[in-house]
């Protein structure tokens, strides 16, 4: 057993009975391929909840200021996180982020950047169309509806992968592409709210 699925198998013992996750549409995520797994961002768990919900292991950026604490550090990179300089353009990340697809695994994005403080969906930012152009990943929509209240359900919704080719093709923007994964995932929250 790798640590990955260790710390899944941990993780889901405490997160899904504590907040009765119940999640939808994890058939929608490919089985294999570079996919791009774009959720809103609500709450420090949503990464874990992502992580022990997607049917494959998922790779977070995460805040460089996460791999500065010694023991933290090392389970942080063991669980397929990679550090991301916050409020500007880190190359470094970027590269790390297009690898991670290319080599056919998972990436999951939070575009809004940081947690939304009054729960509601904010505004992406251009770097999950940067990935979704730069790669020929599919990208999965996803929405985590609260409260993270403990025995409140809390929902994970996967969406359709949307159809990124004739946007490819089109040559479209970074923005363009990322408004329309954000328009997604607002869909689905209305819809599971």
């Not at 999951?108 to 730069?134: D, I």
């Not at 490819?168 to 990322?178: I, L, P, Q």
Request: proline fraction near 6%; charge should be positive; charged fraction near 25%.
């Amino acid at each position: 057993m790798t640590f990955y699925s260790f710390a899944k198998s941990v993780a889901s013992s405490i997160f899904k009975p504590w907040y009765r996750i119940e999640a939808i549409g994890m058939d929608q995520v490919p089985k294999e391929g570079g996919v791009l797994i774009c959720a809103n961002h609500i709450h420090n768990f949503d990464p874990i909840v992502v992580g022990i919900t997607a049917p494959r292991p998922v790779h977070f950026m995460a805040k460089e200021e996460l791999f500065r604490v010694p023991v933290l550090s090392g389970i942080v990179r063991k669980c397929h996180a990679f550090p991301v300089k916050r409020g500007m353009s880190d190359r470094e990340a970027l590269r790390q982020g297009i690898k991670v697809l290319k080599e056919g695994h998972v990436l999951g994005l939070f575009p809004e950047g940081t947690r939304s403080k009054t729960g509601e969906l904010g505004k992406g930012l251009a770097g999950a169309g940067f990935f979704a152009l730069r790669t020929d990943c599919t990208v999965v929509p996803c929405a985590i509806i609260g409260p993270y209240k403990s025995l409140r359900k809390l929902k994970v919704i996967y969406g359709k992968p949307l159809p990124m080719n004739e946007l490819r093709s089109a040559k479209a923007s970074a923005e363009e592409v990322t408004e329309l994964i954000m328009a997604e995932i607002h869909k689905l929250i209305k819809e599971y709210r």
